[in-house]
Each structure stands twice: as structure tokens, then as C-alpha cells.
């Protein structure tokens, strides 16, 4: 029998209608569906309406990494799956790209208009903190090796990072690990217990020169701490890719300061990157469920990611 497969909301993108072709799936209406694709990552409400008129389905795939904005939806009645992993290259690639802008002063060198003095601090042989031990840190710490860095992961739980000299657990484990590093890399689940895992406290710890790198979730930081921080000069500077309010309004203080680089949630553009890497995430879990073998990308329900 054909998997009964729909896709919700509005009609499936090229892409996604391809991939479940090739999997041998049936694209059909959600009343009919064993299976739902929910191509929107912003909207738990919906899905919630949706998943009401769809008594057969028994399990859900979701666009993005991050499950925070449906959390209110996931239960343990159905099988969800997130796309953790798939997108982890591309914004592994971005975290790189603004950490050495920033520790090399780019914003300030983009904006000149007259030779000025010599700034910057280069990332060879430094140490690196990452906070996340999934996919993107994985690949960060593959695009790391020929800077020969020693890198420490930071993870919710015990357990070895793949290319990392050491792991530590933990809000203490982070602490610890602050003083000597060159950048402090954010690239973990926002849940309750991570909301503001970098404030005052933390920041204080780190080096007068070392950078904060954001591309998990804005409310990992606590923007006001960040913000004084930096125009204290307590820190070499923060890269952001998400922040805390977002979008980041106009005006806003971080804006203005020449340590803060700021990208619009662009590490993983859905046009240009994102949306083939799902295609494909959705192909491979329709192959998977359909063989009976482990799905990626699974949410655990107790502990939201």
C-alpha cells in the first residue's frame, strides 16, 4: 500500500513534492494522511487546527532544527521529527564566516574611510567554546581543524563531541570553560533551562578580547547583560545571528557599537539553503518509515528537542 503523505500549509513546494515522489509516497488530503509534512515554522496554532481534522496521522515531520515554537503542539501521541542535522553545514559555514569578521574587525575595516590603526586577533591555535554538542557544533569543529584550535563542548549531558579535546556539563562546566577562550560559539536547543544561558555572570568570565558567536536562538543571551558588556569593552565583541528581541528594531543599541556584528537570521536561508536540505530530510524519513528503520531527527518529547 502506498504511504498516504500530505503536506501542510498551502500547496508542497516543487521540492518537497519531488521528495516524496521519489520515496514512493502518495501526496493526498490531510483527512486521508498518515503522514504530515509542516512546511511552516512559525505556526503552532495552525498545525494545531490541522492536526484536529487528521485522525490518521501518526507522525509529523517539521521544517526547522529548533522546536520551541511548537512546543505547545508536540506530545507524546504522535511521532515528531525536527530537521537537527540536516542544516547543520550551512550554519556551521555562517558561524565561522562572522567569528573570524569579527575577531579580525571587519565591520569597523568595511565602514573606513581612512587607513587607521591595526586591530584584530587571529583564531589560529586559539580555544574555542562551543555550547551544543548536535550537528552544527560537529561541523563547526570539522571547519575548525586546520586553525588548530582546542576546542571544549559544552553539552546538557555526559558524553563525547566528535573532534572535541574535552567536554564539560552544564552551566558550571560553562563557566569553568570561559576564561582563554578566543570565541564562545552558541549552537544549541533554545528549552526553559537554556533561556539566558549567557548573562552577566558568564560574560564577566570571559576574556577582554574574546568574542560571544550566536546562531542558535537570541534568547540564549541575556541582551541587556550583552549589550552593557559590550559598550563597557568587558569583551572583544558579540557576532549575532539571532537576537533577542526579533527581528532586531531599528535603533537598537547594538546596532550602533563597532564590537557587535549582526546578520538577519541568515545562516540558513530557506530559498537558497534550506529548502533543498529539508526535500531531502523529508525523502530520507518517508524511506525510512516505510523500511520500519530509526527516523532522523526525532524530537524527545521530554525534553523538547
Known amino acids: 500500500m502506498t504511504l498516504p503523505c500530505a503536506v501542510a500549509p498551502g500547496p508542497p513546494e516543487p521540492l518537497v513534492a519531488g521528495a516524496i515522489a521519489s520515496a514512493g509516497a502518495a501526496l493526498v488530503g490531510i483527512e486521508d494522511a498518515e503522514v504530515l509534512v509542516w512546511t511552516d515554522p512559525?505556526?503552532?496554532?495552525?498545525?494545531?487546527?490541522?492536526?484536529?481534522?487528521?485522525?490518521?496521522?501518526?507522525?509529523?515531520?517539521?521544517?526547522?532544527?529548533?522546536v520551541d515554537q511548537f512546543l505547545s503542539v508536540i506530545d507524546d501521541r504522535l511521532v515528531w521529527t525536527c530537521a537537527k542535522g540536516a542544516y547543520a553545514e550551512p550554519v556551521a559555514e555562517h558561524a565561522l564566516a562572522i567569528a573570524l569578521a569579527g575577531l579580525r574587525q571587519l565591520k569597523v575595516r568595511?565602514?573606513?574611510?581612512?587607513?587607521?590603526?591595526?586591530?584584530?586577533?587571529?583564531?589560529?591555535?586559539?580555544r574555542v567554546v562551543i555550547v551544543g554538542g548536535g550537528g552544527i557544533a560537529e561541523a563547526l569543529i570539522r571547519l575548525l581543524a586546520p586553525f588548530r584550535v582546542?576546542?571544549?563542548?559544552?553539552?546538557?549531558?555526559?558524553?563525547?563531541?566528535?573532534?572535541?579535546?574535552?567536554?564539560?556539563v552544564g552551566r558550571d562546566g560553562l563557566r569553568g570553560a570561559l576564561p582563554g577562550a578566543a570565541l564562545v560559539v552558541l549552537a544549541l536547543p533554545l528549552t526553559p533551562e537554556t533561556v539566558?544561558?549567557?548573562?552577566?555572570?558568564?560574560?564577566?568570565?570571559?576574556?577582554?578580547?574574546?568574542?560571544?558567536?550566536?546562531?542558535?536562538r537570541g534568547a540564549h543571551v541575556v541582551t541587556g547583560d550583552?549589550?552593557?558588556?559590550?559598550?563597557?569593552?568587558?569583551?572583544?565583541?558579540?557576532?549575532?545571528?539571532?537576537?533577542e528581541p526579533e527581528p532586531l528594531p531599528a535603533g537598537h543599541p547594538l546596532w550602533d557599537l563597532d564590537n557587535c556584528l549582526v546578520t538577519p537570521?541568515?545562516?540558513?536561508t530557506w530559498e537558497d539553503m534550506a529548502q533543498p536540505l529539508f526535500a531531502e530530510r523529508v525523502r530520507a524519513n518517508l524511506d525510512r518509515y516505510q523500511r520500519g528503520e530509526p527516523l532522523l531527527g526525532?524530537?524527545?518529547?521530554?525534553v523538547g528537542y
Request: charged share 15%; net charge neutral; proline share 6%.
Open 42 to 66: 512559525y505556526g503552532a496554532a495552525p498545525l494545531r487546527d490541522v492536526l484536529a481534522a487528521a485522525p490518521g496521522v501518526k507522525w509529523v515531520q517539521l521544517p526547522f532544527a529548533g
Open 110 to 126: 568595511a565602514r573606513a574611510v581612512e587607513w587607521g590603526r591595526p586591530m584584530g586577533r587571529r583564531l589560529m591555535g586559539q
Open 150 to 168: 582546542d576546542v571544549i563542548a559544552v553539552k546538557r549531558t555526559p558524553g563525547p563531541v566528535s573532534g572535541a579535546s574535552s567536554v564539560v
Open 196 to 216: 539566558g544561558i549567557v548573562g552577566a555572570p558568564e560574560l564577566e568570565r570571559m576574556d577582554g578580547d574574546a568574542w560571544l558567536v550566536n546562531v542558535a
Open 226 to 243: 550583552l549589550v552593557a558588556a559590550l559598550q563597557a569593552g568587558a569583551i572583544g565583541g558579540a557576532a549575532l545571528d539571532v537576537t
Open 265 to 268: 537570521h541568515a545562516s540558513n
Open 298 to 302: 526525532v524530537v524527545d518529547t521530554a
